[in-house]
């Protein structure tokens, strides 16, 4: 079932949803951007509906809240050790349909990837629910329909599109129906908007040959990519972090650990002990990124990493494409197939 509502309505629905969640959603925060009167669209706390930017793509993700930069997971003192205290409140986070699908990614790694299932995670993802922002034409990047994260049926509380100063949800979620029932205008059958069309394209190799982790098509990045590690931090699916241990005393015995974000774009990353560093250049840094992207993660759970949200493109500062570096590999992964055909047929 679902429901169409003026803006009014909507702001009704939202403050009603609040007595029971913490709603987090995509803001415009004016001049805040990375270019002098520029925006940027990141996730918030919003208190109420005309916050909410159902228009722009986020710069950023929603993973700010299930996965945050910068994380205290306990305090400790000589004697003892503490969590850090978590708002036991829901959540409810607005997302379109391809974060949807990077939740799965997500979830995936936290919980499924291992023996133990991450409690940090484990403990904010139980409080998340999800509302779906329907998608009514593509943004400049995206590369969903290509990955197949372009539409999604289920896993949402209600959907919402804003069409012509109207709110059309579909609302699979009975305990709710109520709260939009008393403020829509009419009732009807709604479905979410998604698009079938983007303006990029991508074709995704379907087998990686050993030859092209020494391709010389790595090495432009070299150059090109500063280290910077924006693409990491606005990526859906990217989910490394490091630790940082804060001492409040001279002792080093009082102070608190944090889980902070990491990324494999960002020198350091593949430091170890002695001073070894496995992955020296950006062009190899590089070419670790996008194969685990479209590669390593498909051979380990069957389905690929990336979204194709093209947040990475949007936000690089040196214009690296991602998209055309997925072609590039493509295009060297069938040439060396067709080498490979020539050699065998003599
Ligand atoms: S790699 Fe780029 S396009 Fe793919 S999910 Fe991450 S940010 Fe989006
Ligand atoms: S955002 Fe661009 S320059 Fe920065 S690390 Fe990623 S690819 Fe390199």
Redesign the pocket.
Known sequence: MGFVMSAQGFDQVISELQKEYRVFAPVCKKGAGRYTDTDVVMYDEITAAPEIDLVHKSDY?FKEFLNPLSETLFFFTEQEVKEADLNKKKVLIFLRS?DMH?VK?LDQIYLANGKEEDWFYRRRRDLVHFALIGCQSTFE?C?CVD?KSNQMDDGYLFSVDCINGMYYSDVPENSIKGIFAAACETEQDVSPCFVTENKVHVTIPEDVPFEILKDSLWDEYSTRCIGCGR??F?????TCYTMQDVFYTDNGKVGERRRVGASCMVDGYTNVAGGGQYRRSQGERMRF??LH?IYDYRKRFGYD?????????D?CPEYIS??NIINKVNAACEAAKQGAEEVKNG
């Open positions: 993700s391809c990077a990614r990047n590369f990955m693409c990491n606005a990526c859906p699916t990217c990124k996008v992207k990493m990336c979204v194709g949200c093209g947040r990475c493109d936000i991602y998209t």
